[in-house]
């Protein structure tokens, strides 16, 4: 079991540019969330998907956008690139229900120049 | 809605010592209660968590935690650290239903040989 993969690992963005960032979640796993920790801080929810469509949002603006594929995978898209969307991308999944337990990829180390 | 606060931003102590990482949360409703680790440049992993029955929940690596519902605590605590487990350390509070995980800023534990 490949646990969840991230990719890319890394890349380097310019300011207004548009990126996407892609999930595969864990074998078995249905729903997907999406997380954006700055440097020294603690994740913070953007969003998270279940069944392809959006469920909930955390207080990001609509320039973050992403998908769910019929796979369960996941896209997170960022338009209109600003120097404060540099940030470590967490993606999370887990099995719907209750009190299950989320699990991290190694997140996509965005840099916005 | 629910909220998590780590009250040390750093906490250094001796290898070999005893260290606690206190956690408080704020909900009106019950709640699932996780501790994750973070290793420079990595995801998360979890350490632990309390969905229900015993408040003393132990973990991976010898960590264990005490929930305190009372006190709205869930403190973590190993009796002797070693210098691996030098890392960025994130307590997370999640409700009932499919909902996402909220964290606090988290707690640099740094041991010091």
């Known amino acids: 079991d490949a646990g969840v993969t991230q990719s890319p690992t890394h890349l380097i963005k310019t300011r207004g540019q548009q990126v996407t960032l892609r999930c595969s979640p864990k074998s078995g796993h249905d729903t997907v969330s999406w997380y954006q920790q700055a440097l020294g801080q603690g994740p913070q929810f953007i969003f998270q998907?279940?069944?392809?469509?959006?469920?909930q949002r955390g207080n990001f603006p609509d320039r973050f956008s992403g998908h769910q594929f019929p796979n369960y995978s996941s896209e997170l898209n960022v338009n209109a690139l600003l120097l404060g969307d540099s940030a470590l991308y967490l993606c999370a999944s887990r099995l719907a229900g209750e009190g299950t337990e989320a699990f991290f990829g190694q997140g996509t180390r965005l840099t916005v120049v | 809605a629910q909220s998590v606060t780590q009250l040390d931003s750093q906490v250094p102590v001796f290898e070999e010592a005893p260290v606690e990482l206190r956690c408080n949360y704020s909900s009106s409703v019950s709640v699932y209660l996780f501790w994750y680790v973070q290793y420079p440049n990595q995801g998360l992993q979890l350490l632990l968590k309390?969905?229900?029955?015993?408040?003393l929940v132990k973990g991976i690596n010898g960590f264990e935690a005490e929930f305190n519902k009372s006190q709205t605590s869930f403190h973590l605590r190993k009796p002797s650290v070693h210098i691996s487990d030098t890392a960025e350390y994130f307590c997370?509070?999640?409700?009932?239903?499919?909902?996402?995980?909220?964290f606090g800023k988290g707690t640099r534990l740094s041991v010091i040989a």
């Open positions: 998907y279940y069944e392809e469509e959006e469920r």
């Open positions: 309390y969905l229900s029955g015993s408040t």
């Open positions: 997370a509070v999640r409700v009932s239903g499919n909902t996402p995980l909220v």
